[in-house]
């Protein structure tokens, strides 16, 4: 593989993982605005809540492989994306609460989400397949359960059968594709 | 700028951090062993929530910039002022408890502290003003929440209006007036 | 001395804090387990928790201390004693429970490995021996509290008088056994 295209690939994997990070944060930080709605808190709670379950997972990741600041303090996007959402979410909840089970669906993306952009950064940082996985699972549920924390309950992740093995799969099918695409070039 | 002035003009800014981290610490300590005190935790309970209340915000703010081991690990001061500040809470809580609202007294005083020192040293590890604004603000409320989560309780920061727009509007204050000063010089 | 031996003991060091740190984690991944188990939650639940109770104290030591990735993230074996631990105490609790307060013994064991493991690797790090045994005692609580706090109930170390005291004693008797070893070389 020629230099260039080394360079081409890191470059897709770098706005893989922004994309995919950026829509968790988007996922994530409505469903922490809503868990917040949902106990009367304030805009400003409502807005602490959102920023903190978008961004504790991937601050979690980067903390852990060394990458730091975390991309959610350098790059204000993920600011700006979590405070739209917890606005969007604290004036328009009620368009939101149509959802059958609205903090778990947003959960679930943000889950998927944040799975594969943990551990694809994971891979890209050097760790194993299997640690990798682990990772991207811990970015995945990290979200989740800092929103819960905060609000003094136990996480959803330990009640909830399928949600950690939901995000090893993720974790583990990204590990799998990848394994494959490296040994194929 | 003439480089001794350089070098003089970081030396203020280590001190000043310095001196506002030790008097955040101690606010915190206190308002931490206030709450344990209330909770009727004995003395080694308090000790512990008041390091935690005290330390947690800095250590947090060293983490993310990448300033590890964290100054509250390294100097001796912070232990002491906070071991000191619980001791002080346990044997005279009854006269801090004069004070209208201690724990939200000293948390706000804690918290004026710490978003002005979080700051400062964000912007001296050359983050951007936005997320430098950010930082101090995770400095400044994240004691408080430390305390409330080992409590088991909501964090104050996620149920009155006031916490994390103090904390924001201090941090900006200190962004805006390091880049004036940055800019004349 | 001769450097060989330097690298002797550096070697033995090295080896005495991997031994510790995977005989704290299955402590601490089985009270986490059954802490788990004793609240109902299903086979996933107790796995996360059996792993966050089991990890979090060493991952924490070592992001404070700047050795990223953490131990627990690169090493498989730390998640396999989780893991493993975590499945014993699910199929096997009655066993466990036969102890007359199961969580509090796993926990004093736990504590004493992680302490000691803690403390060791600090003073490897370069930290000064005060905050070395301060760290040291941070690792030993830092998986009883992770476990607690996901349980939304008020960590244990909060409460009973002996715990934090002796974590502090295991890591005061590892500083000054390491002072008086180093001063004899």
Same mark, same amino acid.
């Given at each position: %593989?020629?230099?260039?295209?080394?360079?081409?690939?890191?470059?897709?994997?770098?706005?893989?993982?922004?994309?995919?990070?950026?829509?968790?944060?988007?996922?994530?930080?409505?469903?922490?605005? %809503?868990?917040?709605?949902?106990?009367?808190?304030?805009? $400003?709670?409502?807005?602490?809540? !959102?920023?903190?379950?978008?961004?504790?997972?991937?601050?979690?990741?980067?903390?852990?492989?060394?990458?730091?600041?975390?991309?959610?303090?350098?790059? #204000?996007?993920?600011?700006?994306?979590?405070?739209?959402?917890?606005?969007?979410? $604290?004036? #328009?909840?009620?368009?939101?609460?149509?959802?059958?089970?609205?903090?778990?669906?947003?959960?679930? %993306?943000?889950?998927?989400?944040?799975?594969?952009?943990?551990?694809?950064?994971?891979?890209?940082?050097?760790? !194993?397949?299997? %640690?990798?996985?682990?990772?991207?699972?811990?970015?995945?549920?990290?979200?989740?359960?800092?929103?819960?924390?905060?609000?003094?309950?136990?996480?959803?992740?330990?009640? !909830?059968?399928?949600?950690?093995?939901?995000?090893?799969?993720?974790?583990?099918?990204?590990?799998?594709?990848?394994?494959?695409?490296?040994?194929?070039?």
């Amino acid at each position: %593989m020629a230099i260039s295209d080394v360079q081409a690939t890191a470059e897709v994997q770098r706005t893989l993982v922004l994309i995919l990070d950026l829509g968790g944060t988007f996922a994530f930080a409505l469903s922490g605005a %809503m868990a917040g709605i949902r106990r009367h808190l304030d805009v $400003f709670g409502v807005l602490v809540l !959102s920023f903190a379950a978008a961004s504790f997972g991937g601050i979690l990741r980067d903390l852990l492989i060394g990458a730091v600041p975390p991309a959610a303090l350098i790059d #204000w996007r993920y600011l700006a994306i979590a405070v739209a959402a917890g606005l969007i979410a $604290f004036f #328009w909840s009620s368009l939101i609460e149509k959802l059958r089970n609205p903090v778990g669906v947003l959960d679930a %993306m943000g889950l998927a989400f944040f799975a594969v952009a943990g551990t694809e950064k994971a891979l890209t940082f050097g760790l !194993s397949p299997v %640690m990798a996985a682990l990772l991207g699972m811990l970015t995945g549920i990290g979200g989740g359960v800092a929103r819960d924390v905060l609000l003094a309950e136990v996480p959803a992740v330990l009640r !909830s059968d399928l949600y950690a093995v939901a995000a090893l799969a993720g974790a583990a099918i990204v590990v799998g594709a990848a394994c494959c695409i490296f040994r194929r070039l």
